[in-house]
Nanobody, 124 residues
């Protein structure tokens, strides 16, 4: 069992930056692939980025490629999402998720555990 708690969201102007953190409980964090997803009001939950258990592989949605960076520190049981050059369309609730099995995945159905989310609002 893994419990996930996101932090770091807030209000930022377009072009600004934020760094989200996701702290995980449990001693098996390093065995999980991790992902970030986001959901805007009235829209489906969309994939943002994923990272393998070792940190050696990453994968990004086209909409954030070159602007966002996912990373992890297994000694701190934490995964990060560095978001640069933010746009108003990045406004959403951001969720981190843990996937115990297989390769890194962009399908939300593959993830076993979810955090409660953190709001990111980008003003124009």
């Amino acid at each position: 069992q893994v419990q996930l708690v996101e932090s770091g969201g807030g209000l930022v102007q377009a072009g600004g930056s934020l760094r989200l953190s996701c702290a995980a409980s449990g001693r098996t964090f390093s065995r999980y692939n991790m992902g970030w997803f986001r959901q805007a009001p009235g829209k489906e939950r969309d994939f943002v980025a994923a990272i393998s258990w070792s940190g050696g592989s990453t994968y990004y949605a086209d909409s954030v490629k070159g602007r966002f960076t996912i990373s992890r520190d297994n000694t701190k049981n934490t995964v990060y999402l560095q978001m640069n050059s933010l746009k108003p369309e990045d406004t959403a609730v951001y969720y981190c998720a843990a996937d115990r099995w297989g390769s890194i995945n962009s399908d939300y159905a593959a993830y076993d555990y979810w955090g409660q989310g953190t709001q990111v609002t980008v003003s124009s």
